[in-house]
């Protein structure tokens, strides 16, 4: 069944971003040899759609197109700049975020990535879309920011499957969103 995973980091704090959408804390996790498991988590994925808060900055650092091999929808009021090229493959869209994701969880595909920011990522959870999520704490914190969670007790709503302990303090930690009930033989439990 496709789902809709998120796979976002965060400071020790909780923050996303500065206030001003500065995400060079992230620099801190930079390791040798080490993606984090992001590309087995890319492999998982065929679409990626992000705010468009997060499209501008990504496109700053250089990367207007970062995922060629998926789908990449970006969610804007605004109309599209000129050198966004709407093809099938790059969607830009003023479609809510949550009907879009509804009407896509009923095509077949890969599972869908919710690359944040904030505000889309929030609306996602508020209609209980996150399936799947994978958090990695940077050990770093900023004080203030953009809020990753938009509930203190968003969590309460994920079962936690694993924690990796990485030598450099990052601590990356996968959740499972909850079942009404648990199917039999779930490997429930975790410090959620
Ligand atoms: N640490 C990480 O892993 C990570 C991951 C992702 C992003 N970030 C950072 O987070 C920051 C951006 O996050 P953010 O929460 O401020 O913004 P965001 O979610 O990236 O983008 C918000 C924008 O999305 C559009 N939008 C929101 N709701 C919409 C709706 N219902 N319908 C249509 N469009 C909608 C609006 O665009 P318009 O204003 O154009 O209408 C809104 O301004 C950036 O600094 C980014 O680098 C960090």
Not at 51 to 73: I, M
Not at 161 to 180: C, D, I, L, S, W
Request: aromatic share 10%; charged share 20%; with cysteine.
């Amino acid at each position: 069944m496709r789902l809709v995973a998120s796979y976002i980091a965060c400071s020790a704090d909780g923050y996303i971003a500065t206030p001003e959408g500065d995400i060079s804390f992230l620099d801190r996790a930079v390791l040798e040899g080490e993606d984090y498991g992001y590309t087995a988590f890319m492999a998982t994925v065929d679409t990626v759609f992000v705010g468009r808060k997060t499209y501008d900055k990504v496109a700053s650092l250089g990367f207007s197109d970062p995922h060629p091999e998926c789908t990449q929808v970006v969610f804007s009021r605004q109309p599209q700049p000129d050198p966004w090229l709407n093809n099938g493959r790059r969607i830009w869209t003023a479609t809510h975020p949550v009907a879009w994701v509804r009407a896509e969880l009923l095509h077949p595909g890969k599972d869908l990535y919710c690359d944040g920011g904030a505000e889309i990522l929030h609306q996602i959870l508020q209609a209980g879309l996150a399936d799947r999520w994978i958090i990695t704490t940077v050990p770093v914190l900023l004080g203030n920011g953009i809020p990753l969670l938009d509930h203190p007790n968003r969590l309460s709503d994920f079962t936690l499957k694993n924690t990796t302990h990485y030598p450099n303090g990052v601590v990356q930690r996968t959740y499972a969103k909850k079942f009404e009930v648990e199917p039999t033989g779930a490997d429930g439990g975790g410090d959620v």
